[in-house]
């Protein structure tokens, strides 16, 4: 496995590459990997003939008041736990690199989906990703890029990028990994104690209770809501900053179930922000 | 010389041409081509092995007063003048082609550069111009792209992108070309009527005082500013839209002449509306 740290570098593999008409996965992440993550290498492994992992924790998805400065790091876990999952280029270039002007003049902004759910509670953070992953692409110039489905709302972001800016990449969803007892796998679960960790539960568990409340018909949005949210708030330590079903692809809010929705919560335990959704149906 | 009208095909002809090793000169223009357009094609030609033109009447860089309705068009003229200069493809897409859904969601935002001279007077120009380039980019993949500098700012916007975004292609300045009178050529002079034609020459003589006023030792901007106004409003029907002087990269404004500095200027005479620049060294 090869480390990357510059831009030229990164290009110059990318034309040798496809100059041997070899194509090209790439998995941006922010490191600190766990098995989501290599789930993520996994298909890419599937799909093409090499695999590009990004490792940078990009400053522009983060607000002034996030933990930007705090996310967790581990370069060299993260190079052992690639490598064994078949990733062929590590890129992780320096800030300084990717942003030689801070902040950047130009910056990609997507409308229409990113004014609700984790855009409301962090504003300029899906431009932050948008923009960063656009650069990523260019730089990388991948056949194939892949996102986890946790991240709902940004592979929504994503994929309306690709499309609006003629990008000529594939854009691939993995599905939520979760923890054997169900908390979806995050970077950030390494911020809980061991308290937080266990009424972190309730994210999970209450959309498994919204799942169960949707199989057995009910179909009202806002009885599915308010029975999540009692779920929640039963953890001292919570506080929520949303529970919403939407609409799945345009995120238009519903009152009733009729179509596919996605059910998506942002929720506090202490100091950790945690996310976690569920696709419905809606036959 | 293929015309072609799709994306798909578009894109299939770029990769036909990378596989073969080919390097693809690109002009993105809006048609109704004059000898500017084509001196951008001979430089095209010169440093690559084949030139793509696009003309695109681009409505996301029109504003709603604008001309985007009535500005000149005609294709087949446009198709004998490319052919004859030595361009091998042109893509001519429908508005739909470009823009399935109009608005679109996505665009891209250059900021620093352009709150100043034309994007003051045109509110979401560069915009529509920065999301237009980088999809045009993604469709034809070029490795060079073709840029006059009658539109200065807009050729800064396009680079501020490209260093940004870190787009794989690399931008080439022509300069201007003029009428043997001296007014720089654009499609827009179609709309000038005899009387209107002769008072356009009051912009680049305009320019060409400043430029001798500059050699004569005059540093002062608010001076040169003042000279120049007052050479434009001999014209009757013409109405300044702004005169400025600025630092030629940053567009910082300037009080005197001690760097690269641009001096530009927009222009009504009578409905047409008119740009024009000069680069000074400032030794």
Known sequence: MELIKTIDQMRSWTESQRQAGKTI??????????????????????????????????????GPQEDFA???????????????????VIFHPEPGEI???YPPLTAVEVKGITECLCGKSRPGHFTGVATVVLKLFNIVQPHRAYFGQKDYQQLLVIRQMVADLNLPVIIEPVPIKREEDGL?????????????????????????????MYSNGELRVSLLIEAMKARILQEPSAVIDYIEIRHATTLAPLTEITGPAVVALAVRIGKTRLIDNLLLEGN
């Open 70 to 88: 705090t996310y967790p790091r581990d370069l060299d876990r993260d190079c052992r736990l690639a490598e064994g999952a078949g990733v062929d």
């Open 99 to 101: 942003y030689p002007q």
């Open 25 to 62: 996965g790439f998995v941006p992440t922010m490191g600190y990997l766990h098995e989501a993550h290599l789930s993520l290498v996994e298909k890419a492994r599937a799909q093409n003939d090499t695999v590009v992992m990004s490792i940078f924790v990009n400053p522009m998805q983060f």
């Open 184 to 212: 979806a796998m995050s970077s950030r679960n390494a911020y809980l104690s061991p308290a937080e960790r266990q009424e972190a539960l309730a994210l999970s568990q209450a959309l498994q209770m919204c799942k169960n």
